[in-house]
């Protein structure tokens, strides 16, 4: 992710920094929505209220601070008891982890195409 001392970059610079940081994020978003529909079509557990697979969820987060900004794709359970699917029985149950393996590539060829002309 890209990390940039705001405090010692002149203005173009700074302008164009951030105009590639909104990108980044306009060429990840797509990806969160797929992700989460992934996470929901193949959750490997059997539904008993569907509120586990409901509650799957794909973002895209930004923090930031005068010293860097740090984008990413954040997949996660959104029931207490996610945690015991993820681990329970070896992973057996577990949606999180594999999907955030599947896309791990998907995310880093949008981040290269955006900063690729730096």
Do not use: F
Not at 50 to 76: E, F, H, M, W, Y
Not at 81 to 101: C, D, F, Q, S
């Amino acid at each position: 992710m890209p990390y940039v001392n705001h405090q010692n970059v002149g203005g173009s610079i700074y302008n164009k920094v951030r105009r590639h940081i909104a990108a980044t994020v306009m060429a990840i978003q797509p990806l969160a929505g797929e992700s989460e529909a992934y996470m929901k079509t193949n959750a490997p557990w059997n539904n008993i209220t569907r509120n586990a697979r409901n509650s799957l969820t794909g973002v895209v987060s930004v923090d930031s601070s005068p010293q860097r900004t740090r984008i990413a794709l954040k997949l996660s359970h959104g029931m207490d008891y996610g945690i015991w699917l993820e681990l329970k029985n070896a992973g057996k149950y577990a949606i999180v982890r594999p999907t955030a393996l599947v896309y791990r590539k998907k995310v880093r060829d949008a981040y290269q195409r955006v900063w690729a002309n730096w």
